[in-house]
């Protein structure tokens, strides 16, 4: 049948019609959190909608990635919850069947070989004690062990065999990452740092040897006021790693020396290395880093005679630099290239004799699971992260600063619809989460709900955000609540004075420290007619006491250490601050979050209701930090952008098509 092509309608911003629901937002999401080769085939875990939301793994080969066969049981979910946010949950056993995961429920090892039941390789503590960062190592499955048993969480870097004996290889830090053996199995490497620091502010290199049951520490490198990164071993005496302190993360190489002069000097103590002891390797001039809020993050691939690497700016580049093949691997660098188009957003997962694994997302395509060739640089796509049957609703955001802030705008787009021409649309301005974070310019289905209907998102990366190197991220020290809003009226005053927005109708919102960020910004300005808080920080005094281990001194570097800075966490937490308040106000809040309690939102909501501030307050038995159930993920989406439409005045009537 012949199709005929839909006339335009003009109609004004918020009453466009769209046929991207906020049940296809949820059902096309498919993320892809890990990915590994074994011979032919290629492992990535992934969430499956349909089933919950759970996290299952996928297993598909390179000649045929449309064949896929999903290897995980129904009545399993891969997810680690080491300092909460997980990470790393799942490794493969390259010279056997075996596939190592957490499983979410019980937070317990276990070993599925494809086609067959699972079996637990851990004890079962109901949760209690919990692995994350598994790498498989010929001498067994390294992980970092937390202990939640008692009140003070304890953490050890474990050597589990694959019998299920438990060897503790390291206590020494209470927060520990990236568990490397060296390829003779002499020396454990790992990144560790303690309270108050974030693994973005401090870290230490810690290296031990494990060749005898004392397992000595043998040598150190403390980064003060340096974020160390993802050690990799490139022969037993030289590490690869990211360092951020010559202003932004790059790539260095560190020489330990060999066993015999470690033994030489053995009785002398640990040895305490500097940072001018790391030699530079690779410097793109952007991040080749950036915030460990899971483990296993990784940002360089490591190769005999290359790295591939992950730098990220305002957008992302995969980068492959050429390297010498001497008696000391990776200590200069041939040849640098970019690999491919520009995206947003990259993470990097595995790399194999011929290809690289990567995730990448852009503003043109949605995000994508794709395979590398080392030698051509040809991309194949191995899986897609969404599954959508009206792509062209999507918009394409561009990155741009306004007043000297980084944004991400997603313009009102709609393939049906047009607007008149002296209107300008109504936005909702987005504060990003973390505050540690960044916003980058990758196609969204949630963005795109409200772009399709006539809707702007604008994305601010104010002062704190990663991306833009350490100066940037240190504006936001002692200043949370301060200079992220500052950044965020700046660039909004920005997009008004270009008149790109209707200055009567900006609403602001943001998840978690976002969610923080949104609320102070109602409290201390007049530019918007509302704003939404998912899981937001409202009450400092009560976040410090409630929130989880990973986080509990995160607040001494954004406001100041308590009770020092008594003050600052009475005068800035938005609970305080109520009567400031005179627009309306969304609450989306889970039952069941451990990171910002739901006391955080209910207590809020309360001091609304006695001000008078007009609101609406959505509480969702069974979620956590970060909605995953269907019709949780549905019932926020839409009630979000029914309370803008309410706000902003827009007509409800469907116009004429």
Not at 295 to 317: C, F, K, M, V, Y
Not at 441 to 454: L, V
Request: hydrophobic fraction near 40%; charge should be negative; include cysteine.
């Amino acid at each position: 049948m012949k199709e005929f092509l839909q006339e335009v309608v003009r109609a004004p911003y918020g009453t466009w019609t769209s046929p991207l629901s906020a049940a296809e937002v949820h059902a096309g999401s498919a993320p892809i959190f890990d990915a590994r080769f074994r011979g032919e085939h290629v492992y990535f875990s992934t969430k499956v909608p349909e089933e919950s939301s759970r996290t299952g793994l996928v297993r598909t080969c390179l000649s045929h990635p449309r064949d896929r066969e999903q290897v995980l049981p129904e009545d399993f979910n891969i997810r680690s919850s080491v300092h909460e946010y997980g990470g790393a949950a799942w490794a493969i056993d390259p010279s056997s069947e075996i596939i190592y995961f957490v499983n979410a429920a019980d937070q317990r090892v276990w070993q599925l070989i494809p086609g067959k039941a699972p079996h637990p390789l851990t004890p079962d503590t109901s949760g209690r004690i919990r692995y994350g960062d598994l790498v498989m190592t010929r001498w067994g499955l390294l992980c970092v062990r937390e202990d939640n048993r008692s009140t003070r969480k304890e953490r050890a870097i474990v050597l589990l065999t694959r019998h299920g004996a438990t060897n503790v290889l390291s206590r020494h830090a209470h927060f520990m990452a990236w568990p490397r053996l060296s390829p003779d199995g002499a020396t454990l490497a790992f990144i560790g740092w303690e309270h108050p620091h974030m693994p973005w502010d401090s870290t230490s290199l810690w290296l031990i040897d494990v060749r005898t049951p004392q397992i000595p520490v043998r040598a150190v490198l403390h980064g003060k006021d340096v974020s160390l990164l993802q050690p990799e071993f490139t022969s037993d005496s030289t590490l690869l790693l990211g360092s951020d302190h010559a202003g932004h993360w790059a790539l260095y190489a560190l020489n330990f020396g060999t066993r015999a002069q470690w033994d030489a000097v053995a009785e002398a103590g640990p040895r305490e290395f500097r940072i001018s002891d790391l030699r530079p390797v690779l410097d793109t001039g952007a991040e080749i880093g950036g915030p460990l809020w899971q483990l296993g993050a990784r940002w360089h691939l490591n190769a005999p005679d290359e790295i591939w690497a992950h730098s990220q700016a305002d957008t992302a580049q995969f980068v492959r630099a050429t390297t010498s093949t001497g008696r000391e691997p990776h200590s200069r660098v041939h040849e640098v290239r970019e690999v491919g188009r520009t995206f947003g957003s990259i993470e990097l997962h595995d790399i194999s004799d011929s290809h690289v694994l990567a995730s990448a997302k852009s503003s043109d395509s949605v995000g994508a699971l794709y395979a590398i060739d080392r030698a051509s640089g040809e991309f194949i796509e191995v899986a897609a992260e969404r599954h959508d049957a009206h792509g062209e609703y999507f918009s394409h955001p561009y990155t741009r600063e306004l007043g000297g802030v980084p944004v991400v705008i997603h313009p009102p787009d709609n393939p049906r619809f047009v607007a008149s021409e002296d209107e300008r649309p109504p936005y909702v301005v987005v504060a990003h989460g973390g505050p540690t974070g960044q916003a980058t310019a990758d196609m969204s289905a949630r963005n795109s709900y409200f772009t399709s209907r006539g809707i702007g998102v604008m994305e601010v990366n104010y002062g704190g955000s990663t991306g833009y190197g350490r100066a940037w991220r240190n504006r936001l020290r002692g200043q949370w609540g301060i200079v992220d809003v500052e950044d965020t009226v700046t660039a909004v005053r920005g997009l008004i004075a270009e008149g790109l927005v209707d200055p009567q109708r900006i609403a602001i919102s943001g998840a978690s420290a976002g969610g923080w960020t949104a609320l102070s910004a109602l409290a201390s300005s007049d530019l918007f007619a509302c704003g939404t808080s998912y899981f937001g920080v409202t009450d400092l005094m009560r976040f410090v006491v409630d929130t989880h281990d990973f986080e509990r001194h995160y607040i001494d570097g954004l406001v100041g250490p308590w009770p020092q800075a008594h003050h600052e966490y009475m005068t800035r937490s938005p609970i305080r601050r109520v009567r400031s308040i005179t627009v309306p106000v969304a609450i989306m809040q889970g039952d069941r979050d451990p990171i910002v309690p739901p006391s955080q939102a209910q207590d809020f909501v309360g001091m609304l209701e006695l001000a008078g501030v007009e609101y609406i307050y959505r509480l969702y038995k069974g979620e956590s930090h970060g909605f995953v159930r269907a019709e949780t993920i549905i019932d926020s989406l839409e009630s979000e952008f029914g309370f803008y439409v309410d706000v902003f005045g827009i007509a409800h009537q469907r116009p004429q098509s």
